[in-house]
């Protein structure tokens, strides 16, 4: 795939959600043959249109690390992409359904390091090493494609259907046993939608981050420190609608409320 090419579908991408207007997934007709790496380079073009528009890349997030999200979604492999500064939601605030195209939303756990860590041959201790705090987030997914319905490297262009990301102030000192063990509740207008525990992340969330490490290690690229990393839904993800209480309750990170306006 050449440069132009892969500017033209990070274009594509950028309209879609700059229009708030759902799409074809780009394996459809623009790149029915795309590789993983092109699909990095789309995301990484993408995101430098929006750093060019003058947004600021935020944080990275991993996506699809647990059975529940893989399932749900048909992919079977872990991918990561960026939350961005316009993209931050206050805790106990609302958001507008106006704003997305068709957001769902998937509680997280979001890891922060003290240190920066760079792949290859990152291993789990040296995750845990570096494990500062842990808090708690609520991911807002809008994936630019019709009804949800990508591939692999429909979703990684896409930037993970990266769209919104509630975190928690309140930081917790969990260690990676307690973090495992971490239980977390979806209520909806008091409704239970959905419920998981840490260990469905890789059965440890913190091989999010080992993953993630070594996988930006191949591009020269570092896991930031001092910054909620979340590690991926834990649970399937729930489409929301105007006029929802979203409730997340975990054990002993901090819970997470939204109120969802037209
Ligand atoms: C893709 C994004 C996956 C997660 O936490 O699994 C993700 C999607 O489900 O639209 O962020
Ligand atoms: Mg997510």
Redesign the pocket.
């Known amino acids: 795939m050449d440069k132009d090419q892969i500017l033209d579908i990070a274009q594509y991408l950028y309209d879609a959600e700059l229009n708030r207007q759902e799409t074809d997934k780009i394996t459809l007709q623009k790149a029915p043959e795309i590789s993983i790496a092109e699909a990095y380079q789309i995301q990484k073009q993408l995101n430098q249109l929006k750093v060019a528009d003058g947004q600021k890349i935020y944080a990275p997030?991993?996506?699809?690390?647990s059975p529940a999200?893989m399932k749900q979604?048909n992919v079977d492999h872990p991918?990561y992409g960026y939350v961005f500064y316009y993209m931050l939601v206050k805790n106990f605030g609302e958001i507008h359904l106006r704003d997305y195209i068709h957001a769902r939303v998937?509680p997280?756990i979001a890891v922060v390091l003290k240190n920066e860590l760079q792949g290859p041959g990152i291993t789990l201790s040296d995750v845990e090493n570096q494990l500062d705090y842990v808090v708690s987030s609520l991911?807002i997914?809008d994936?630019r494609y019709r009804n949800?319905e990508f591939t692999l490297p429909d979703?990684i262009a896409d930037n993970?259907?990266a769209r919104g990301a509630v975190y928690s102030e309140e930081k917790v000192y969990l260690s990676p046993r307690d973090l495992i063990k971490e239980t977390v509740v979806l209520r909806i207008n008091g409704e239970m939608k959905a419920k998981g525990n840490g260990a469905a992340v890789f059965g440890h969330p913190l091989k999010a981050i080992v993953f993630l490490a070594n996988e930006l290690g191949k591009s020269g690229e570092k896991v930031p420190a001092n910054i909620p990393i979340?590690t991926?839904?834990m649970t399937a993800?729930v489409e929301i609608k105007a006029g929802d209480l979203i409730e997340v309750e975990y054990e002993t990170l901090g819970d997470i409320k939204i109120q969802v306006k037209s």
């Open positions: 997030k991993l996506g699809l690390t999200k979604m991918i998937e997280e991911e997914l994936s949800y979703v993970t259907s979340m991926g839904g993800a």
